[in-house]
């Protein structure tokens, strides 16, 4: 099983990587990574189709990249598993991930930082990823979920890694749990026609389920930390060392607009159906998360610890190595 596991995940690193140079060699539109005669740096930023990333596509829509002589492409990728050799081979420039991915990758020696928080959770902004089961389900609580089926959008992830450590704080061995990788959007018609006993989901789908009567058993992020750091911005070493002001940039247009979204959630609310496509209504009802302004150590810490408890690592990561935040 778990070399069928690793086959399948070196085929997505392939897959992605393959993807990521076609792109970048393709013909026609700005030179990613390279300046135009006005000083306009164009970068392309790997992206998950979710809420999490709403700051960026505000602010790029508040002038707040074209003010640091940005012009942002977004490319849009299954989860942080894609988006990491993508950003190693240059291919896009910057991307976001669940910090598991970006743990996994630099306990492997991959050339990555993160650079920018990305996504966190904080109490009363905590529900936008939730473990449910369909209307019908026999499973009534956590508990029920020994023995069946979890979808996951990328298996040994943030997902996984999480619902273990909150299976455990419920009681419940977490190997008797199945996982298997589902792409959050095909998540939504698989739990509801039962080809899954459950699915770890995430806004805006979330709402999406629970609308169609989904119901929800567990909140693994709230269980596994009330502060969790979910994601970050990150880039490779190479990329940093030769394009430091670039860097410095984007990182500051980012931070702009994580702020803001923070202070304006309903016009964060109003961007997501232009890249998530899901109807302004639905989106209008959404689970909200949290953008942090600095990043969560004592969270990352603990996703560390569960990286290696998992066997997902084999050694722990030190934050002073995953983190390197641009000197302004």
């Known amino acids: 099983m778990m070399r069928t596991i690793r086959r399948r995940r070196l085929r997505v690193v392939v897959a992605a990587l393959a993807v990521g140079l076609a792109a970048g060699c393709g013909s026609g539109g700005t030179s990613a990574g390279k ?11 790997g992206l998950i189709p979710i809420t999490d990333v709403a700051p960026l596509y505000l ?16 490319q849009l990728a299954a989860g942080g598993a894609a988006i990491v050799p993508a950003v190693v081979s240059n291919s896009n420039q910057f991307g976001f991930s669940n910090n598991v991915s970006l743990i996994i990758a630099k306990s492997k020696g991959v050339p990555l930082q993160a650079i920018t928080p990305g996504v966190g ?23 029920g979920l020994a023995g069946k089926t979890v979808a996951v959008n990328t298996l040994n ?20 749990v199945k996982f298997t990788e589902l792409g959050f959007p095909d998540m939504v018609t698989a ?35 009330p502060n969790l750091a979910i994601a970050s911005y990150f880039t490779s070493t190479a990329y940093a060392k030769s394009n430091p002001d670039v860097v410095r940039r984007f990182d500051a247009a980012v931070r702009q607009s994580l ?3 923070n202070a304006h959630p309903e016009e964060a609310r109003k961007i997501i159906p232009t890249y ?14 949290d953008w942090p302004a600095a990043f969560q150590r004592d969270s990352l810490e603990e996703l560390v610890r569960l990286t290696q408890k998992y066997k997902l690592i084999e050694k722990p990561v030190t934050l002073d190595d995953l983190i390197q935040e641009p000197k302004s």
């Open 59 to 74: 602010g790029v829509q508040k002038g707040f990249f074209s003010a640091q002589k940005l012009k942002v492409e977004p």
């Open 157 to 176: 992830n943030i997902g996984d890694v999480t619902i273990r450590a909150a299976l455990e704080k419920k009681g419940v061995d977490p190997s008797s």
């Open 191 to 225: 739990v509801e026609t039962g080809r899954i006993d459950a699915a770890w989901e995430c806004e805006p789908f979330v709402t999406s389920l629970l609308e169609r009567g989904a119901r929800t058993i567990l909140n693994n992020y709230a269980e596994t930390h």
């Open 259 to 261: 702020e803001y979204a």
């Open 121 to 143: 959770i904080a109490p009363g902004k905590n529900e936008a990823c939730q473990v449910l089961v369909p209307a019908k389900s026999p499973i009534r609580d956590v508990k």
């Open 35 to 45: 300046s135009d005669a006005d000083g306009v740096t164009t970068v392309k930023v």
């Open 276 to 289: 998530a496509k899901i109807p302004a209504d639905q989106a209008a009802q959404i689970k909200m998360v």
